[in-house]
């Protein structure tokens, strides 16, 4: 179970460094965001700060906002 924890862990910081890092090369803020995904900013902190498991549809309106593939975000996790 723990190493379950672990590997859980280290996918919610790799996707959320790589939307963080991806959004400030697009020169887009959370607030811009969330505007642009119709997402709570919230939920854009949320994922940023590894405290959301974020959902597929939720991952694909992202990449869709940043104008990349999805595989982008989960770039070294797969």
């Known amino acids: 179970m723990r190493q379950e924890n672990d590997y859980s862990k280290e996918v919610l910081t790799r ?11 697009c020169k887009m803020t959370q607030e811009n965001l969330a505007w642009a995904t119709d997402l709570d900013i919230s939920t854009i902190k949320r994922i940023e700060g590894q405290k959301l498991n974020a ?14 593939d999805i595989s982008i975000l989960l770039e070294n996790i797969i």
């Open 15 to 25: 996707i959320a460094t790589n939307v963080k890092r991806i959004r400030k090369e």
């Open 55 to 68: 959902s597929v549809m939720t991952l694909c309106s992202i990449a869709r906002a940043l104008n990349v």
